[in-house]
């Protein structure tokens, strides 16, 4: 199974050393070239040299947009990321895409896509038992990666799953 991704679910893993749990859930990550460019992979900036790693050993993969029209058309509404992920997951039709941003997941699911956020990835990883707890990784997305989620929101997702 693989999944397309955006830029800030892939960045704000790698950060907090949750990366992986991507390569446990999809077994592979496809992100277009303007994620790979937001992601600024020639930098030292925290997770980047894991998300390096990844590329190398090949679970998570570059794909090239081919559908420039449609990819122009999205970047009225979105980011470049945002725009050419939703792109490659239309073109390579893979409907569960990894987007956090509001407006980028609405877009997605009007294109008929699944989107997941970072929330999704770490309930589901609960869920399987790969992770021991959702609220230890939010605090360090918050403290980390600048990760924002209103506090009622953690609550509620600490509450389903029994961290409160």
Known sequence: MLVISNTSPVMNLAIVGQLELLQKRFNE??????VVEELKLD????????I???IS???????????????????R???????????LALQLKVTEILM??????SVA????????????ILLQAKKDGV???????????????????????KQEILSQIGET
Do not use: C, H
Not at 43 to 50: I, P, V
């Open 29 to 34: 990550v496809i992100i277009p070239e303007a």
């Open 43 to 50: 930098t030292d900036y925290s997770g980047t040299d894991k």
């Open 52 to 54: 390096r790693d990844a």
């Open 57 to 75: 050993a090949g679970w998570i993969r570059v794909e090239k947009v081919k559908n420039i029209q449609l990819t122009q058309a999205l970047k």
């Open 77 to 87: 509404e979105l980011d470049n990321g945002e725009a050419e992920a939703i792109a």
């Open 100 to 105: 956090d941003e509001r407006e980028g997941r």
């Open 109 to 120: 699911k009007t294109m008929g896509l699944k989107p997941i956020g970072v929330l999704g």
């Open 131 to 153: 992770i021991v707890s959702v609220k230890e990784i939010l605090e360090k997305l918050k403290n980390e990666a600048g990760f924002y989620i209103t506090e009622q929101l």
